[in-house]
């Protein structure tokens, strides 16, 4: 029998919330290092954007790119679909209506939207049951699902994080029946304000999401500049290497004061600490933005600074 919890509603902390640090701290935004997501500090370079992608309706030509673009980079089998959506977040809130209520199988602790949108469309949040949903890497300690095992009627797979680390991707998967793979594109490529995401999985399911988000769901400023970050498999291979760089970077200095590595990716590092809320509260003091996390009193994880922003961490830390 599966396991389940009681319908009560999930904590939707995240990162971000830099309002609320300025208010409590002072300074202005431009004070602030904001390390508290896992937003790639390198932002893809957009350039100019066609007057055409602001003024007119998105034509199917720049979604055929798009589609086109993601196929390509993620090597997506034929047989599978890719629906471009508004953001991640807006698959996330749909994909729970693509099966019955009962219960869905979320190993914690990960990103908080997939149990709060399963729990607010009737599901339980439990062990067993006809859903499941992995975070692959997982958000906040990285931890990588090798064999998620395909066997539920709906399994949900976010790689919201995986560009960072080749060859460790699901896509392969993406054809079987009940199968959905989510895709972020702000994390990666730096552009998280641009919203735009992927599900890439079953056709039928996908056709399902497809007629909830309606017409034109992708702005054309976003087809545009997504099409051409994704052609552009030079500047990711040399973003994966200066990622990785930027991670070692990070880890040594924050270790260097006492704090131990729990997990992360490229983009995002989880560091076993004393007192978490301690630690956050001095960056604060020097503006530096952390995530800590309300389950744990010891994890505090940060994301990378920009190139020009290293010297203020150091002094925070």
């Known amino acids: ?40 500090p390198h932002a893809y370079p957009v350039g100019d954007v066609p007057a055409g992608a602001w003024q007119q309706l998105p034509d199917r030509s720049a979604f055929d790119r798009l589609e086109k673009a993601a196929r390509a980079f993620w090597s997506v089998p034929d047989d599978a679909a ?31 939207e997939h149990a709060a949108a399963f729990q607010q469309t009737g599901w339980q949040v439990g062990t067993g049951g006809t859903a499941r949903v992995l975070v692959h890497p997982n958000n906040p300690d990285g931890r990588l699902w090798h064999d998620p095992g395909f066997n539920r009627p709906l399994t949900v797979i976010d790689e919201s994080f995986c560009d960072v680390v080749l060859g460790v991707s699901h896509i392969a998967q993406a054809p079987r029946p009940g199968v959905v793979i989510l895709k972020s594109f702000g994390k990666f490529w730096g552009l998280a304000g641009l919203r735009l995401g992927f599900a890439i999985g079953e056709p039928k399911l996908i056709a ?80 530096v933005w952390s995530r800590t996390f309300p389950y744990s009193k010891t994890w505090l994880r940060l994301g990378l600074p920009p190139s020009d922003r290293w010297a203020q961490l150091e002094r925070a830390v």
């Open 1 to 40: 029998m599966p396991q389940m919890s009681a319908h009560v509603s999930v904590s939707r902390d995240h990162g971000g919330g830099l309002d609320a640090a300025i208010a409590q701290y002072g300074g202005v935004r431009s004070d602030w290092l904001d390390l508290s997501t896992g937003i790639n």
């Open 82 to 112: 890719v629906l471009a959506a508004p953001g991640a977040s807006s698959i996330i809130a749909r994909i729970p209506t693509l099966a019955a209520p009962g219960v869905v199988d979320i190993p914690a602790p990960t990103y908080n």
């Open 208 to 287: 399902r999401l497809r007629d909830s988000l309606g017409p034109w769901q992708v702005s054309g400023p976003a087809l545009t500049i997504g099409a051409t970050a994704l052609e552009d498999m030079r500047w990711a291979n040399r973003m994966r290497q200066q990622l990785a760089v930027d991670a070692a970077r990070l880890d040594a200095m924050v270790m260097h004061k006492g704090a131990d590595l729990k997990g992360g990716t490229a983009l995002f590092r989880l560091y076993e600490v004393d007192d978490a809320a301690k630690w956050q509260k001095r960056l604060a003091k020097r503006k």
